[in-house]
């Protein structure tokens, strides 16, 4: 099965960037957007000089269980750079949702509880509201998360938003809000 159909299959349409996005962020920008994949799993991510920021990370079903996505998340950890993540709050009716919160706290990761991620889909219309999560090597704060995820947003999902999905998606300060003050309860005390 080919990458992006692997991808597609997985994650949510809301979620999901067009193939041809993301083969242009492969063409256009090879220095900073990457692809890993193999026949098991697929990771699609920004390795920016100050941060990672993972777009996507699928593992098969077949290879679950087994260790690779924490092998995968390793080789991104000895970069040394914060690793940053989007990920759906629990959906009690998708259980996927609960066992990737669980696999990424595994990992060491933590919520950024002062950042809100809120993102009109030009696929659905509706507002997809999404967590931060960030690995963090040497005690980075959630400013810096915060600025890594501004850039991101600013290159790589709008990146020729309107080429490839006919309008713009939404400014970045609509979509991404920091609050010095921790406004959210913890998402990992949820599971």
Known sequence: MHWYDKLNKYFPVEEMKSQEHLE??????????????????????VEAE??????????????RGQGLGHQLVENLKTK????????EPINYKDSDT?????????????????????????????????????????NEGEDVVYQALVKTYNKIHTYKDVQFYGEAYEPVEKVVQFNNEEKQKNIFDEI
């Open 80 to 87: 040394g750079k914060p690793i940053i993540l989007e990920v």
């Open 24 to 45: 242009a962020l492969l063409k256009d920008f090879p220095e900073y957007y990457h692809k890993d994949e193999d026949k098991y799993h697929v990771l699609m991510y």
């Open 98 to 138: 609960k066992k990737r919160l669980r696999f990424y706290q595994r990992e060491g990761f933590k919520h950024a509880k002062t950042i809100g991620y809120r993102r009109l889909s030009l696929a659905t219309r509706e507002v997809n509201a999404m967590e931060i999560l960030y690995w963090a090597p040497n």
């Open 50 to 63: 100050d941060f990672i920021f993972i777009d996507y990370l699928f593992v098969s079903n077949e290879a």
